[in-house]
């Protein structure tokens, strides 16, 4: 009886919503203001109830496949079928439902379920896609829910105007203003996790590898807004799922194109514009989604009163293309390309080239309701090139990396308490060969080749969601992961007790092609706990381990585009990293307020470090110039985040500090005497503070202030005249720092500013009180002294107004 009449209200559930789309009777709910109340709340319940609902979009509500439906604080998330139609089994209670589909705008409700019942949502074209990006939790209470510690999820479909450099909306650059990330200055490349390194992020797009995620040297980041769908960046807990870096994951998500009609949006600033085309191919089955950036900034260098940068030349694209294509309700296929390239001349002394190629295909299938299936293969080439344009030694110096990747998952979901996911990953890696040619016929530059190393790396990995009851949630996570160095190569062996130097060399073996060199593996668990202590607080703990097979060999503080990727190999073991995580989190006033209280430390292993004046380009036996290290970071990040009002911002501060110690059998290979010193990208203390206003009639002002400490440099503490040379005696190393980094920006957005149009107008001024941050502090010796002196650098020390008219149709 009671199984007759579930199957009977369900089944008519079913037709009442299909029966709604029909008719078009989508009655009040479509403007309701306040929560959705289904039943009667003075009426006890037992057990759970069906809720079932439907999406459609457009002026004439047409229901629509495959639409998403995110139901909060379970961070569920549905799909719809080809009637449009989506339906669980709920305890009674309040849910917040979210629907979004392609580029339609989302929509979000408040659903307050005492009985069975149906809900509706109807998806309105997207006017806002131009305005801004907003960092927040996927859903009210999010932060409270979910399992893991440290993520942060980026959604460039909310509304939210940041000031930003140039006028160019930079993702990477709104990260750094969340607690523990940043970066150590203006023109850096890449960005630091909680004391980690730039290599020690893994920079994953559809699946593929980024190496260089910048453009101009670091000022503007390499991913395209306008096509982006979500950023996701893993700080603390890592998911089992991915592996190779040991710091932190951001993965980038693209949209698909709009598969019912063609649009079109673009950007025009001072220095940059853009565009994206989008639409079906087949109606309602294959969408393309074009993106492209280019600069035309060299008028600006023009105006420059300095001859040196009136000749100098900065450029640069990107291109994204994105095919859709839908085999039937369960099945989906996700081409991806994408493309860039950078030029950077100062003058006649030298430049820097660099570029990256990637495509990838993801296949998603739904093998039944519970059983969920992917597979992803990608392919890359990173080249990046240092040019001499003139004189004896003009030059052009080339290196880079490629990659192909491969990574098949299966999700099961046997019940309500369990969601497993297991899978493998298989990376293959191949140094491009260092060259050196000589430009012109003028050149004394002979050309040579250094050959690079390869390996390959795989690993496999089973993940569990566990939910043991309403306070309490786990994620069980095990990888295990081997790299195996491949030939060709030629080890050599030095002698055990002497420095690694090319005279302590004693033989040597040649391995031949795919011959197995050296092998490395090893476990990585990663587990993570959440105990609710109330409705709206809840303490999170969590630990990682990793492996990074893949090392950035750079003896300067910030990346250049021509440092050089290495794999393990016999004297390169893979860095391994520790993080054990605790977390508090609270939310206030019906979550229009969010904190959250993280603190963390970690233990790193086979830190890579560098002998004084290090030859690392162009050098055959690099072995010789490399110590292993090992390290500690620890730190405390607090952030307070109002998401409700006209006033919205948040206040995100960290301390942290970071320690290297690196003890060699010999002097010259023993830094600082083998105490501890400041790692180069230590910065104790960061803060950030962003508040944005909402004007009634529509557009934005947003301030953002940002400081943090000074990083550590070694200085010269004495200076000796020996045969009337002056001799610099240095510190221990980082024993000094630089000034301290202080910036105010600010923005306004203008909506509408012609009538009619979906456009809008953004202003805005990068470092407002013109302050000269130190970039670095070099040491030069004047013609009048034989002592050295020092020279603080700023990369930017005026304020950058700029101004951008963006448009969609």
């Known amino acids: 009886m009671n199984d007759s009449y579930s199957f009977l209200r369900i089944y008519l559930l079913r037709c009442l919503a299909l029966l709604g789309s029909l008719l078009g009777l989508w009655l009040p709910l479509m403007g309701q203001q306040g929560p959705l109340i289904i039943g009667d709340s003075s009426l006890h319940t037992s057990g759970k109830v069906h809720l079932a609902g439907q999406v459609a979009v457009g002026v004439a509500p047409r229901p629509v496949l495959d639409a998403r439906v995110h139901i909060m604080p379970l961070d569920t998330v549905l799909r719809t079928d080809k009637r449009g139609v989506f339906e669980l089994d709920l305890l009674p209670g309040t849910y917040t439902l979210e629907a979004s589909f392609g580029s339609w705008a989302p929509q979000k409700k408040e659903v307050r379920l005492y009985a069975s019942g149906i809900m509706s949502f109807l998806l309105n074209e997207w006017t806002t896609s131009l305005e801004a990006v907003t960092i927040s939790a996927e859903g009210a209470a999010q932060n409270i829910e979910a399992v893991a510690t440290g993520i942060e999820r980026i959604r460039i479909e909310e509304i939210r105007m940041l000031p930003s450099f140039l006028g160019e909306v930079d993702v990477i650059k709104s990260l750094e203003l969340l607690p523990g990330v940043s970066s150590v200055g203006e023109g850096a490349s890449g960005f630091n996790v909680r004391g980690g390194r730039v290599d020690q992020n893994l920079i994953l797009q559809d699946g593929a590898f980024l190496f260089n995620p910048s453009h101009v040297l670091g000022f503007f980041s390499a991913f395209n807004p306008d096509v982006v769908s979500q950023f996701s960046l893993y700080k603390g807990h890592i998911p089992a799922a991915y592996g190779g ?108 080239r660099w570029a990256t190629q990637n495509a990838s295909a993801e296949w998603n299938g739904i093998l039944n309701e519970k059983l969920l299936t992917s597979l992803t293969a990608s392919w890359g080439n990173y080249k990046s090139v240092l040019f001499d344009p003139a004189g004896f030694d003009a030059r052009e110096l080339t290196n880079g990396m490629r990659f192909v990747r491969l990574h098949p998952r299966l999700s099961w979901t046997p019940g309500e308490r369990h969601h497993f996911q297991l899978g493998m990953t298989a990376v293959g890696l191949q140094g491009r060969q260092e060259s050196v040619v000589p430009l012109g016929e003028g050149s004394a530059v002979v050309p040579e080749v250094v050959p690079k190393d390869r390996g390959r790396e795989w690993a496999v990995y089973i993940q569990d969601e566990w939910t043991l009851n309403e306070r309490i949630a786990l994620s069980l996570g095990l990888r295990y992961s081997v790299f195996q160095q491949t030939g060709p190569y030629l080890l050599r062996q030095y002698a055990a007790q002497a420095p690694r130097r090319l005279d302590n060399a004693l033989d040597s073996t040649t391995y031949a092609a795919g011959q197995v060199v050296q092998a490395y593996g090893g476990l990585e668990p990663r587990l993570s706990a959440r105990i609710k202590l109330g409705a709206a607080n809840s303490l999170k703990l969590s630990y990682n381990r990793g492996r990074q097979y893949i090392h950035l060999i750079s003896n300067s503080t910030t990346p250049t585009p021509v440092d050089i990727w290495q794999v393990s190999n016999a004297f390169l073991p893979p860095q391994i990293g520790d993080q054990w995580s605790l977390g508090y989190y609270h939310n206030f006033s019906q979550n229009a307020w969010e904190g959250s209280l993280e603190l963390y430390y970690k233990q790193l292993q086979n830190l890579v470090e560098y002998k004084d004046f290090a030859r690392l380009l162009l050098n055959p036996h690099l072995e010789t110039e490399l110590l292993q290290g090992r390290g500690r970071a620890y730190g405390a990040e607090f952030s307070i985040k109002r998401n409700a009002g006209r006033w919205t911002g948040w206040l995100a501060y960290t301390y942290s500090r970071t320690w290297i110690q690196v003890q060699g059998l010999h002097p010259e290979e023993t830094i600082n005497r083998g105490a501890w010193y400041p790692a180069s ?53 980082n024993a000094y720092r630089i000034p301290d980094y202080f910036r105010i920006d600010m923005a306004v957005q203008v909506p509408s500013v012609v009538k009619k149009w979906n456009d809008n107008l953004n202003f805005s001024v990068y470092n407002l009180l013109f302050r000269k941050n130190a970039y670095s502090v070099f040491y030069f010796k004047p013609l009048w002294s034989f002592v050295p002196k020092p020279h603080k650098l700023s990369v930017l020390g005026v304020a950058f107004p700029a101004l951008t008219y963006n448009i969609a149709f």
Do not use: C
């Not at 600006?300 to 450029?315: E, G, I, P």
């Not at 400081?707 to 004495?718: D, E, L, M, Q, T």
């Open 681 to 733: 990208i230590d910065q104790p203390h960061n803060l950030s503070l962003l508040a944005t206003y909402a004007f009634r009639g529509g557009g934005s002002m947003s301030f953002n202030f940002s400081y943090k400490s000074g990083r550590p440099i070694s200085a010269i503490v004495a200076s000796y005249l020996g045969g009337g040379v002056a001799i610099p005696q240095y510190s221990q190393r």
């Open 245 to 352: 870096r040991i710091a932190s994951v951001l993965e980038v998500k693209l949209r698909e194109g709009d598969y019912e009609r063609h649009r079109f949006q673009g950007g025009l600033g001072l220095v940059s514009g853009r565009m994206v085309a989008e639409g079906p191919l087949v109606k309602g089955q294959t969408s393309y989604l074009l993106g492209g950036r280019a600069t035309y900034s060299d008028w600006l260098l023009r105006r420059v009163n300095d001859l040196d940068v009136q000749n100098s030349q900065t450029a640069f694209y990107d291109a994204n293309v994105r095919l859709s294509h839908r085999f039937n309700d369960n099945h989906k296929l996700l081409l991806s390309w994408y493309s860039s390239g950078d030029r950077f001349r100062f003058s006649d002394e030298f430049g820097f």
